[in-house]
């Protein structure tokens, strides 16, 4: 599952603690701790989320592309 490490990357790359993203995807630290160790499975919603959050693809996030940059289509 390489977009684990994908997830702590961006968000270690902003100096931001789980807690902060927790706040973002509206869940709880643990909750979020989970996603990140592969507990438990990022829900669609929160990938989505996380992508507009950091302006990456979803699939830069799982791992499917080494291209950060969405392309227009994709910003809607």
Known sequence: M??????KDLRE???????????L???S??????????ERELPIRHLVTLADFYQVSADYILGRTNTK???????G
Request: no cysteine.
């Open 2 to 7: 390489y977009y684990l490490q994908r997830l």
């Open 13 to 23: 790359d902003r100096d931001l603690k789980q807690a902060d993203i927790a706040r």
């Open 25 to 27: 995807l509206r869940t």
């Open 29 to 38: 630290q643990p909750q979020y701790s989970r996603y990140e160790t592969g």
């Open 69 to 75: 940059e969405m392309n227009h289509r994709q910003r």
